[in-house]
């Protein structure tokens, strides 16, 4: 169940339970706090790797955000895992879906006004 909480992105729980298993001191039950401790600093490990990386992503889906490039800012926060987006990364998740569908909806607008004038033919000289 540990392997299956960390590799889905759930450290937190991962962790209470290899501390509580590592932090065992009866002797009928070592082998359990032995295995567990090396797997406690490898959890956290990932945990922080995994931390810095969505923070990365994060910045990164901000700025392409702010420079108007919202199908890259997209795939950025694309590349987070669903239990590791926060708040903020919904928050700007849902701008970019908007600004996106905006610039969608305004393209479209162009192309048919676009077409429209090109049916009316050449302006009268």
């Known amino acids: 169940e540990i392997r299956n909480l960390s590799q889905n992105y ?3 729980e991962a962790l209470a339970l290899l ?3 590592a932090g065992i001191t009866d002797h009928r039950f070592a082998e359990f706090a032995e295995w ?3 797997l406690l600093q490898s959890v956290k490990e990932d945990s922080i790797h995994k931390r810095d990386e969505v923070a990365s992503l994060f910045k990164a889906a901000s700025e ?3 420079q108007c490039q919202f199908k890259q800012a997209a795939r950025f926060l ?3 895992p669903e239990p590791l987006r926060d708040d903020p990364s919904r928050k700007l998740q849902a701008t970019i879906q908007t600004s996106l ?3 969608r909806s305004l393209s479209a607008e162009i192309n048919s006004a676009a077409r ?3 049916s009316d033919g050449p302006p009268a000289g």
Do not use: F
Request: aromatic letters at 4%; glycine letters at 4%.
């Open 10 to 12: 759930r450290y937190e």
């Open 19 to 21: 501390e509580k298993m």
């Open 36 to 38: 567990a401790q090396p």
């Open 64 to 66: 392409a955000a702010a």
């Open 78 to 80: 694309g590349q987070i």
């Open 101 to 103: 569908e905006r610039l």
């Open 116 to 118: 429209a004038k090109k």
